[in-house]
């Protein structure tokens, strides 16, 4: 079974950065859709920004000119660069393949947590 793993989350204040990876060695990633979701407590899992098979890129109104999903088709890797976090960006956030045909790749989930 194909492994999507996450790394880089933590625990920044608000107005800080960070940057997640998710990387699946065998994942050809240009094969497929590409994106990021996140769930906060209480909350239900939510779409955040993704890369269309086309290479559409698109975000969430929230996320808008804040964040930047990237990749590296060499090193399998997904990358979600997160600036200017605010309290609302808490949540896990997972990484997230799929493609027609495929049973879709998530990633194990990640804590951001930015403080108030």
């Known amino acids: 079974q194909v492994q999507f793993v996450e790394s880089g989350g933590g625990l920044v204040p608000p107005g800080g950065s960070l940057k997640l990876s998710c990387v699946a060695s065998?994942?050809?990633?240009?094969?497929?859709?590409v994106g990021w979701f996140r769930q906060a407590p209480g909350k239900e899992r939510e779409f955040v920004a993704a890369?269309?098979?086309?290479?559409?890129?698109y975000y969430t109104e929230s996320v808008r000119g804040r964040f930047t999903i990237s990749e590296d088709g060499a090193k399998h890797a997904l990358y979600l660069q997160m600036n200017n976090l605010k309290p609302e960006d808490t949540a896990v956030y997972y990484c997230?393949?799929?493609?027609?045909?495929?049973?879709?790749?998530w990633g194990q989930g990640i804590q951001v947590t930015v403080s108030s």
């Open positions: 997230n393949a799929d493609r027609p045909g495929s049973p879709g790749y």
């Open positions: 065998e994942l050809s990633l240009g094969a497929y859709a």
């Open positions: 890369r269309r098979s086309a290479g559409s890129i």
